[in-house]
């Protein structure tokens, strides 16, 4: 098999099996290849705008469309680590609940990985633990695959670790989108799921500024700052513990009413 085995062939062998992002070594195992017949190929590969190299030694499959995958950067991410989910800012953002768009492409991983470089694109990688891994799914976008967050994961992982998505006021502006389509009762699961209190404080609070039930909640026993990422400074709300250290305007640019 290995010596029939031509770039065009070797590169459909690879989308048959979701196999997006590749070493010489799974070449070598899967297609039954000597490790100089495996960099033979890759090098044809390459000259062949078949494959780009992302890390040293590590392969990005393009295929024959290989503009519509370079400038799919959320179908990249989800394809650097396994496993992975695209969530955070680029999550909220592929939802619209925000309009700003991130220059860096957020990945949720049980992973600890380096963040990547690769052209002009930038991808940062999040390291969860494995409790706090789920509430994402397989969506197709522009053609291709990608395992990206679902609407409430996103809003949670957010709260979780702000400074992945712009910090609380955006997350904030996110959340308000969202509970159009999103149910309280998924927030408050996925929030208990996760087990930070002090998440579940930080989502209580909001919620109740926007006149949203909230009942099951799990929250802090202490003082939680509302953005991790500022100053303790600011009022304190007792029934959720949290120091709100953003200002309400900020928060809440076009009131709350």
């Given at each position: 098999m290995a010596e029939h085995l031509s770039p065009i062939s070797l590169a459909r062998g690879l989308r048959q099996r979701d196999l997006?992002?590749?070493?010489?070594?799974?070449?070598?195992?899967?297609?039954?290849?000597?490790?100089?017949?495996?960099?033979?190929?890759?090098?044809?590969?390459?000259?062949?705008?078949?494959?780009?190299?992302?890390?040293?030694?590590?392969?990005?499959?393009?295929?024959?469309?290989?503009?519509?995958?370079?400038?799919?950067?959320?179908?990249?991410?989800?394809?650097?680590?396994?496993?992975?989910?695209?969530?955070?800012?680029?999550?909220?953002?592929?939802?619209?609940?925000?309009?700003?768009?991130?220059?860096?492409?957020?990945?949720?991983?049980?992973?600890?990985?380096?963040?990547?470089?690769?052209r002009d694109l930038?991808?940062?990688?999040?390291?969860?633990?494995?409790?706090?891994?789920f509430g994402y799914r397989r969506e197709i976008i522009d053609g291709l695959p990608v395992l990206i967050a679902d609407e409430a994961k996103a809003i949670v992982d957010s709260l979780h670790q702000p400074r992945y998505a712009g910090g609380v006021a955006e997350v904030a502006k996110a959340l308000r989108a969202a509970l159009e389509e999103v149910d309280e009762s998924t927030l408050v699961e996925y929030a208990n799921r996760m087990g930070d209190k002090s998440l579940g404080s930080r989502l209580g609070y909001l919620l109740e500024s926007l006149d949203r039930p909230v009942e099951g909640l799990i929250r802090s026993a202490g003082p939680v700052k509302l953005d991790p990422g500022r100053p303790r400074a600011g009022p304190y709300d007792g029934r959720w513990k949290v120091v709100v250290n953003v200002p309400v305007t900020e928060l809440w640019p076009a009131g709350v009413g």
């Open positions: 997006f992002y590749f070493t010489p070594s799974l070449l070598m195992d899967l297609f039954g290849l000597k490790r100089r017949q495996a960099y033979r190929l890759i090098a044809r590969l390459k000259a062949e705008d078949l494959v780009a190299e992302v890390e040293k030694g590590k392969y990005l499959l393009l295929g024959l469309e290989p503009e519509r995958v370079l400038s799919n950067p959320l179908f990249i991410a989800s394809h650097l680590v396994t496993p992975a989910y695209v969530s955070f800012w680029s999550a909220l953002h592929f939802y619209g609940f925000i309009e700003q768009v991130p220059l860096t492409t957020f990945v949720a991983t049980t992973k600890k990985k380096r963040p990547v470089a690769f930038r991808f940062r990688f999040v390291t969860l633990k494995p409790h706090k891994f």
